[in-house]
């Protein structure tokens, strides 16, 4: 307030009091109607607030007038590569030195005994021994004894190389080089008269080596040029369709298997054939369970999923893989699996360790049907073709 405006208003005749409060309000007026400034008044300074500060610029490269805008894609993570089987051809060539290494003694001994001057009954028992400890059985043994024992005495054999000549010539008469060991996976013939996949039923006991060998087998169709489905109908082991699907994987072979656990292995065999005849594929290899709690329940469990796959395509065969390390018991399991599944052909794994090689020959007699493959080892290409011929000069170079 200035004394100028007072004495203004009291000169107007205004009361002293009034013109006090009067001259007071001019100046607030005044204070706020200033647009920009603030000035001092009698009790102090007028705060002013700052101003907010600018948000600073963010600094951008200038885009080129016309330039493509490049988008990077995802990381994408890079299918592993394929695995390229073996030729089965060199697999062939390494069987004799496969069954060499494992140091058998059938050869080894049978010729030590053969060679000597004179040859006494104890001398043939001990042939004999030798030949059932191989595995090679009661029968099969007797006969090779008895052609021995012919041959010797009418030729009277002394010199090493002719002995070997004739233990090998009966050797493999007992394993029968005139079976056919061939693989039959040309394409089948439907009901409709359509072509359809040639299709293999793999069958046997847990433990046998059974899925690794479907897996094997497997590589040893793609070596050959054949393109493959694998159908996991073991349905009643966890880890069983994993495991296929694995071997599968590594050399571009897709797997049909369920959703779950303990499905019907039936349908998961119809849905592996069906996949095979739409996409054309040459062969499919069904992995079946290997319970053997009775042969009633094995009967009817191979005997639905061979039902249902026949209304697709017809079986073209049904290998049984045996250990060749079980001897004698092998026998029996390969008794229940012929009488129940028909089987064409066998799969001897572990044949690398050939103290037990003889069971070649009891199988094949046991059940009429021949030895197909060999397991040599646990690499995933040591599954070869049984060449009767190289089998027998391993036994004899043990």
């Known amino acids: 307030m200035t004394n100028e405006t007072l004495e203004i208003l009291l000169a107007a005749g205004i009361p002293a009091a009034i013109a006090v409060a009067l001259a007071t309000v001019f100046v607030r007026r005044r204070r706020t109607s200033s647009s920009d400034e603030a000035s001092p008044d009698e009790t102090g300074t007028v ?31 890079a299918p592993p590569a394929l695995e390229v089987p073996a030729p089965v051809a060199g697999r062939l060539s390494r069987l004799r030195d496969r ?45 090779l004894i008895d052609a021995l024992r012919t041959r010797v005495r009418v030729e009277g054999l002394k010199d090493p190389a002719q002995v070997r000549a004739l233990l090998r010539e009966q050797l493999l008469a007992l394993v029968d080089p005139s079976l056919d060991r061939s693989l039959h996976t040309a394409h089948g013939v439907a009901p409709d008269g359509s072509s359809v996949p040639a299709v293999v039923l793999v069958v046997g006991v847990n433990g046998t080596g059974k899925t690794t060998t479907v ?9 050959d040029g054949k ?12 880890a069983a369709a994993d495991q296929l699907q694995t071997w599968g994987s590594r050399v571009g072979v ?4 369920s959703d779950r656990d303990g499905a019907d292995p039936a349908a998961v065999a119809f849905d592996a054939v069906r996949r095979g005849r739409v996409e054309g594929i040459d062969v499919v290899l069904v992995d079946t369970a290997g319970r053997l709690q009775n042969k009633a329940g094995l009967m009817d469990e191979l005997g639905k999923i ?4 026949t209304r697709e395509a017809p079986l073209s065969e ?11 018991n092998g026998l029996n399991q390969a008794r229940v699996f012929g009488e129940v599944a028909g089987v064409t052909g066998i799969v001897l794994t572990k044949l690398d360790g050939t103290a037990k090689g003889g069971i070649v020959v009891a199988v094949q007699r046991q059940l009429g049907v021949p030895v197909k493959l060999v397991g040599l080892g646990e690499g995933p290409d040591d599954l070869a073709p049984f060449d009767p011929e190289a089998f027998v000069d391993a036994l004899l170079q043990g």
Not at 111 to 116: D, G, P, Q, T
Not at 254 to 257: A, D, Y
Not at 306 to 309: E, G, L, N, W
Request: hydrophobic share 45%; no cysteine.
């Open 47 to 77: 705060d002013v607030l700052p101003a907010p500060a600018p948000a600073p610029e963010v600094e951008t490269a200038p885009e080129a007038p016309g330039a493509p805008v490049e988008v990077l894609p995802e990381e994408a993570e």
């Open 99 to 143: 069954l060499a290494r494992s140091g058998s003694p059938l050869g080894a001994r049978l010729l030590a005994v053969l060679s000597k001057d004179h040859l006494t009954e104890d001398d043939w028992d001990e042939l004999e021994e030798t030949l059932l400890l191989a595995d090679v059985g009661a029968g099969p043994s007797g006969e």
């Open 215 to 223: 897996g094997k087998l497997a590589r040893v169709l793609v070596a």
């Open 227 to 238: 393109t493959v489905v694998l159908g996991a109908a073991d349905t009643f082991r966890a």
């Open 254 to 257: 897709h797997t049909v298997r």
């Open 306 to 309: 061979t039902r249902v796959i």
């Open 318 to 328: 049904v290998l049984l893989v045996l250990d060749a390390t079980t001897g004698q």
